[in-house]
């Protein structure tokens, strides 16, 4: 509800009078949803300072380093929680009971296994072909198995597509690896966790018999945990403003994932491994340090600091213990690691980092576990598109819930030509 009022007035003359809207926390917003009758739009690129909807799953205080999952915060969730436990929170919006949860991990698992069809969608890809470029193209095309299930003004339907997609993005993600490596496709098996299942497809060959250590399959369950959702980041706007047009939930997530194969995006973990492999050696650690310090030198450090969290990431001090506990349980032996490590001190204890706030983010540490566990950095997306598949679709499910809902249209200023007469060819 409007508790007070903006005024817009421009040279002195008063335009409109806007409600301000509350919410429960957070930064309150003003409703310009009339200010294009008063001949005026809002000019916002990158949606800084713009609220695109109303929603009740996600809260995020980068100023405080707060992220909460319905009321829920971030680290008590990794610390006390699963993954499917967080994807029925998200999905319902309170935390379930035993019984609740049991039902819930039950649909969850039998719903892991994918048609078989699926199978020769890979391969009519390329050997060489991105993971990420296999993963969105074979999400979308699920829709073409599930005809009779894709009414979205249907709450049972969308929730069936909820649970169909959050069960097999992991087996169509390990199908992705195991092609490009050309291994054959592992099926998924009932007996495993979420993430010891997707542990097994990724890794396990017909050879011989694959063990999950429990520590990495704790390690997994909470980098999937860390990234179910983050608000209106660029890839959940994307399924939004797809999912406004009436688009089906396949297509949708598909939509998310091409948004998120963006480096700028979901590609931060694997940019973060870059960087580690540009330096090499942790003889090197001083030299880009100071290069990093250099005001006019090209070199930035990557995983440090984030454009929300303005103290701290709160994901990172859950995963920065997980990431030390993964080293522990594998022994490696890896100078990249080294690195990591060695920078993560630097961060951590360096005046000029400390001041600026450039700590380690949830991107660097995932990256030093993904890689210490085996799995290559062109999964990394496609690991980051899996866990956040659930909000997702959430805030799809979310946004069709909610009456007087419109297609999205945003609007621009306008700065090509105007009135020009067209000559034609022949003149």
Request: glycine share 8%; proline share 5%; aromatic share 10%.
């Amino acid at each position: 509800m409007a508790e007070s009022k903006a005024l817009l007035s421009i040279d002195g003359k008063e335009i409109a009078e806007l409600p301000v809207l509350k919410g429960t926390a957070g930064t309150d917003v003003i409703d310009i949803r009339t200010l294009g009758s008063h001949g005026y739009f809002t000019y916002d690129p990158g949606f800084l300072a713009t609220a695109s909807c109303e929603s009740s799953i996600t809260f995020i205080d980068g100023g405080k380093g707060i992220l909460q999952h319905r009321g829920y915060p971030i680290d008590n969730l990794a610390k006390e929680a699963d993954y499917l436990e967080v994807c029925y929170i998200l999905l319902n919006g309170e935390a379930p009971n035993k019984e609740q949860y049991e039902e819930f991990k039950i649909i969850i698992t039998n719903h892991t296994m994918v048609h078989e069809k699926i199978a020769h969608f890979f391969h009519g890809f390329l050997p060489d072909a991105h993971p990420m470029a296999m993963l969105c193209g074979v999400v979308g095309a699920l829709s073409s198995f599930y005809h009779s299930d894709l009414d979205i003004n249907d709450p049972e339907q969308r929730h069936r597509s909820a649970h169909r997609l959050i069960a097999k993005m992991p087996t169509i993600a390990a199908m992705a690896y195991k092609y490009s490596v050309g291994q054959p496709f592992v099926y998924p098996r009932n007996d495993l966790t979420y993430a010891e299942n997707f542990l097994h497809m990724m890794f396990s060959v017909p050879a011989e018999e694959y063990k999950v250590s429990p520590i990495i399959a704790k390690a997994m369950d909470r980098i999937f945990t860390l990234h179910a959702d983050h608000e209106q980041n660029a890839s959940t706007s994307t399924v939004r403003l797809a999912g406004s047009s009436g688009a089906n939930p396949y297509a949708c997530i598909a939509a998310g994932i091409a948004s998120l194969w963006g480096p700028a995006h979901g590609g931060a973990n694997e940019a973060c491994l870059t960087m580690l492999e540009e330096i090499g050696d942790i003889s090197r650690v001083d030299e880009y340090v100071l290069k990093a310090k250099d005001k006019d030198d090209s070199f930035r450090l990557m995983g440090f600091g984030h454009r929300v969290y303005k103290n701290f990431d709160p994901r990172a001090t859950v995963m920065r213990e997980t990431c030390h506990e993964v080293l522990a349980e594998l022994g490696i032996n890896d100078p990249l690691l080294d690195v990591a490590m060695a920078l993560e001190k630097v961060a951590l204890e360096d005046e000029y980092f400390v001041q600026r706030k450039l700590y380690p983010n949830v991107d660097f540490y995932s990256g030093i576990i993904l890689k210490a566990i085996g799995i290559p950095s062109s999964m990394f997306t496609v690991i980051f598109a899996m866990s956040r598949t659930v909000g997702w679709i959430a805030h799809w499910d979310e946004m069709l819930s909610q009456p007087g809902q419109k297609i999205g249209r945003p609007r621009q200023k306008y700065t090509g030509e105007i009135d020009r007469t067209f000559v034609p060819l022949s003149k």
